[in-house]
């Protein structure tokens, strides 16, 4: 071999080396088909094709749900009826080793989205409690509990439809179930509280599914009582240092019971009333902020004006802003928020008008004004965490006797009406936004 012949030949050797090398298999590597696919949120009975990018070779594909090999193949069509939260790996394998991709996914029940409204009676005026449910498209659907509930009916006038742990608990003032406790996700009953040894049972809040408290019409006999969910029944003592209790929504702060006792924030604490702080005029509400804050209202009067108080961690008062005198912030103004964003709203309820308070400017503004909208009684008001968006029921005929359809109306975070829903419930007491 020549010269020339050996310089062609280590050419070619050098390329095939150089081709070989590029061919070496390394490990696959996985990408989500988009940046959401880790955690993705679907209906019952939908089918949900997962197919994750796969680069490089491959020799075995593996899908693992909950613990349980599900398929061999590159993609995986997932379909459940059972509402709950599925963790599914998928595994590439070759002769580099193995890669894996998770995904969790949440499958909601019928009414694990939308909106829930309780309704105080039925078309009657005066029969049972009832459900309604908005889905995403805004189409209602009445009566959900009966059609989950065949044979069964929510006991007449109930107030507070309170969510914890995927189950939501529906008081009523007159019972005979005086708590009903239904899946968050199909409203299947689980159980009921019947033994009461308090009266006109109101508004309810646990923070562990065992014990809870309710408040109560009655003013005679207001306060806090326990509720022991474990035995079902709901005591008649009134709790040591609640008797001032306000009749408003019950709030938890931290996962501790805190709500506003006359001139006193209160919290629980091993079933054992606490006073947080003192101050002028009674307090009307605590709510929480985007930013994971607290502020209490506390009620303006002749003498002082309303303010607004952010509490810190150990619940004490770290900064405060008196509102203008024409604010007034009352406790049965009933003080709401979405908790997403910086915004808290509540009732002027002598003129009828829906204001809010701008945590980061500090400043408070007439938001929505009743008769400018033709709301005529407004019997519940809550805020949509998805968007901000103000929910405003209506129950025009509340003392009239006519027909008890509610209206409900949305308001967009500029107060602009966005859209009016007729017969969306039976004067409807409470707004629920599924999470």
Request: contains cysteine; neutral net charge; proline residues 3%.
């Amino acid at each position: 071999m020549n010269i020339k012949q050996t310089i062609v030949a280590m050419f070619c050797l050098g390329i095939l080396a150089v081709s070989c090398k590029k061919e070496e298999t390394e490990i696959a590597r996985l990408t989500y088909q988009s940046e959401s696919d880790s955690l993705i949120t679907i209906k019952a009975d939908k089918e949900l094709i997962l197919a994750p990018q796969v680069i490089g070779k491959t020799n075995r594909y593996q899908w693992v749900e909950n613990g349980k090999e599900v398929a061999n193949t590159a993609t995986y069509t997932f379909k459940k009826a059972e509402p709950g939260t599925y963790n599914i790996e998928f595994s590439v394998e070759n002769d580099k080793g193995k890669t894996s991709l998770n995904y969790r996914v949440k499958v909601l029940g019928p009414y694990g989205d939308g909106v829930l409204l309780l309704s105080f009676t039925d078309e009657t005026g005066f029969g049972n409690s009832g459900l309604s449910h908005m889905d995403e498209d805004g189409t209602i659907q009445l009566n959900i509990f009966s059609r989950a509930n065949p044979g069964a009916s929510l006991s007449p006038e109930a107030n507070n439809l309170y969510y914890f742990n995927n189950q939501y608990y529906i008081t009523s003032s007159s019972g005979p179930n005086f708590l009903s406790v239904v899946d968050a996700q199909t409203m299947k009953l689980n159980y009921v509280v019947n033994k009461s040894g308090a009266s006109e049972v109101t508004y309810f809040a646990t923070t562990d599914g065992k014990t809870g408290y309710v408040n109560v019409t009655n003013r005679r006999k207001s306060g806090l009582y326990t509720v022991d969910l474990t035995n079902k029944n709901i005591s008649s003592t009134i709790l040591e240092g609640s008797k001032e209790v306000s009749l408003v929504p019950i709030n938890t702060v931290n996962q501790t019971i805190v709500t506003g006792a006359g001139k006193q924030l209160i919290k629980v604490e091993g079933g054992k009333v606490v006073v947080l702080n003192t101050y002028k005029e009674n307090v009307a509400g605590v709510v929480k902020t985007g930013d994971n804050s607290y502020w209490v209202g506390v009620q303006g009067s002749t003498a002082n004006k309303a303010k607004f108080v952010k509490l810190d961690k150990s619940n004490k008062g770290v900064d405060s802003v008196e509102l203008a005198v024409n604010f007034k912030v009352p406790a049965n103004g009933v003080l709401t928020s979405g908790g997403k964003d910086e915004y808290l709203y509540w009732q002027e309820t002598s003129r009828g008008v829906i204001c809010r308070f701008n945590t980061r400017t500090k400043t408070a503004e007439e938001f929505v004004d009743h008769a400018n909208v033709g709301i005529i009684f407004a019997t519940s008001w809550k805020v949509n965490p998805k968007n901000g968006e103000l929910y405003v029921a209506d129950s025009p005929e509340i003392f009239s006797g006519g027909e008890p359809f509610s209206k409900l109306f949305i308001f967009d975070k500029s107060g602009k009406l966005r859209k009016e829903v007729k017969k969306a419930g039976y004067q409807i007491t409470d707004i629920v936004f599924p999470q």
